[in-house]
């Protein structure tokens, strides 16, 4: 029996492997593609820097204005290789949001084996749900948070006797971290269904700690988001919530089908 148990835990570990191949050769093929296009890719990140999110009170709606935050100033590499590790990240982070699709299938096929028959055949609903999670996640980042932060830390306390100079490699950094922190923050209904499916928790569990859930969004919020102002902190909290109360819906959802 325990020799069984030892050649049936090898086997998923060999299927684990696989997976994780296929997703890397998946990675590799794309970052060949974002690699030779990493100049574009970098002129669209440079959009938090030359564009300010504006509200119109008297309209009541939010629009993009031009705004030029380092005053014309070119971004600068301070070591040889920055300007190659820089392109590098971006054809790498590009690479890895263009194989989603692919990750999020081998995941769904490792994990599809513990499932019932009538479950397995949501692998298209689960790829297209998680990448448009993610998706969703970084461009709310990316066109709103960024913009609102960097406006904020350019701006704070420079005075007339200080002039932003960012690095390239520092400013790719800093934007990349919160965009791939946001697309997975964005991951929560999909969290919140599995953790359902392992019997970890129950929808009425997490009806029931709602408010601890509201007070982590705010922690999480404070922690991941890269200005101190309650309002940046607030532009991550509330899509926390709202997804938070999504993934009870779908989890409720998921149990009635499951007891049908």
Request: charged share 15%.
């Amino acid at each position: 029996m325990a020799e069984t148990k030892m050649m049936s835990f090898f086997e998923h570990l060999g299927d684990f492997r696989k997976k994780i191949t296929v997703s890397l050769i998946a990675l590799c093929v794309t970052f060949v593609f974002a690699f030779n296009y990493s100049e574009y890719i970098m002129k669209y990140i440079m959009f938090p820097l030359r564009y300010s999110l504006e509200f119109s009170v008297r309209k009541m709606y939010m629009y993009f204005a031009y705004h030029d935050k380092l005053q014309s100033t070119k971004l600068v590499f301070l070591s040889p290789a920055e300007g190659f590790w820089m392109n590098m990240k971006i054809s790498l982070v590009a690479a890895f949001i263009l194989s989603l699709p692919v990750i999020f299938q081998q995941l769904w096929s490792f994990i599809s084996p513990g499932l019932h028959g009538k479950e397995k055949k949501y692998v298209v609903p689960f790829v297209l749900i998680a990448t448009v999670l993610f998706l969703t996640g970084a461009a709310f980042c990316f066109f709103i948070v960024l913009p609102f932060a960097l406006d904020f830390l350019l701006t704070y306390k420079t005075g007339d006797f200080m002039m932003p100079m960012l690095s390239v490699g520092h400013y790719v950094d800093f934007c990349l971290k919160f965009v791939l922190a946001f697309g997975a923050v964005f991951e929560l209904p999909v969290f919140i269904v599995f953790f359902t499916k392992m019997g970890l928790v129950t929808p009425k569990i997490l009806a029931k700690h709602r408010k601890y859930a509201i007070v982590g969004a705010f922690i999480v919020a404070a922690i991941l988001t890269p200005t101190p102002d309650a309002f940046n902190q607030t532009l991550m909290a509330l899509p926390m919530i709202v997804l938070y109360e999504v993934g009870i819906l779908a989890s409720r959802i998921f149990v009635k089908q499951k007891a049908g």
